[in-house]
């Protein structure tokens, strides 16, 4: 990063702080500030468990929870151990706090249409277009990649999601028996790794990486959530495994795909895959692919 992007993100930052109010110590000139009032709107009309808002929305735990005490004390939420597991705190609004909530909306659309109101018409499309670009940059920005087992939680929720499409998508179905799926222990270290996306605390895609003693890495598994695509996840997935095949000594990188999947063909071509003869028997397989990404070839 270089010192002019910099200096326009800091820009751009202090710009829309000041633009949308949220300097002001009462935001939408509603008797809060900031923090209590998004807290407030995030909780919504079914209610929220503690630990997910603080997920959502990046806070520390104790900050949370006296933003909590502060709209509980002024009647707007009710604060409860969920029915099933006394450990989670479940917020839910009050009546009191379903009105406030209805204020701040109105109050919200009221903002955007002042940013939009001096515009013409083709200013309000570029801004609109531009506002939904910076939203899914920074939406992209935010997701985490984490090496997990794969038997954690999060990780078998996305294998079953993965199952589950392929075989909605595949002509013949899909079944994990009959496929070559690595077991759990061969994406372990020191034979291998498995990666999970998460955005807002919530798994939205995963990646496997088979490390054979005595042969080439082999990517496995990779998925990303239908409504986590456009993000860039599959190019950054692709990118980490390459780089964790690199360090543990790998100079060539494989992994096969299904002639359905044509989105996934697309990305490995661009990102310096070729197609080659097949190197196993997997029954779903009709495309092939390996990369050389020994130090060499990859400066």
């Known amino acids: 990063m270089d010192t002019a992007q910099i200096d326009q993100v800091r820009r751009f930052n202090r710009t829309v702080t000041e633009r949308v109010g949220v300097l002001q110590e009462k935001y939408l000139a509603c008797d809060r500030p900031i923090g209590e009032a998004r807290l407030l709107w995030e909780i919504g009309e079914q209610g929220q468990d503690v630990r997910r808002l603080r997920e959502r929305l990046g806070l520390d735990s104790g900050y949370v929870s006296r933003l909590l005490r502060a709209l509980e004390a002024d009647g707007l939420v009710t604060v409860e151990p969920h029915p099933r597991d006394r450990r989670v705190r ?6 009191a706090g379903g009105a406030e909530r209805a204020v701040l909306d109105s109050r919200s659309d009221e903002l955007a249409g002042s940013l939009l109101a001096p515009l013409d018409t083709a200013q309000r499309a570029r801004l609109v277009a531009a506002m939904a670009e910076v939203d899914r940059l920074l939406t992209a920005s935010t997701v985490t990649l984490d090496t997990v087992d794969p038997e954690h939680p999060d990780a078998q929720h996305c294998l079953r999601s993965y199952s589950r499409e392929l075989a909605e ?3 013949t179905g899909f079944d994990p028996v009959r496929s070559l799926l690595p077991d759990a222990g061969e994406l372990r270290m020191p034979h291998g790794l498995f990666l999970v996306a998460r955005l807002h605390g919530e798994p939205i895609g995963c990646a496997g990486l088979k490390l054979p003693q005595d042969g080439s890495a082999e990517i496995k598994r990779m998925w990303v959530a239908p409504h986590a695509r456009g993000l860039g996840l599959g190019r950054r997935f692709l990118a980490e495994l390459e780089a964790r095949a690199r360090l543990q000594g790998r100079d060539v990188l494989r992994l096969d795909t299904n002639r359905t999947l044509t989105a996934a063909i697309r990305l490995y071509h661009a990102t310096g895959f070729e197609e080659v003869s097949a190197f196993n028997e997997e029954l779903y397989a009709d495309h092939w692919f390996e990369k050389r ?6 400066r």
């Open 90 to 95: 479940q917020v839910r609004l009050t009546e």
């Open 293 to 298: 990404i020994s130090a060499a070839s990859s």
């Open 169 to 171: 998508r595949f002509e």
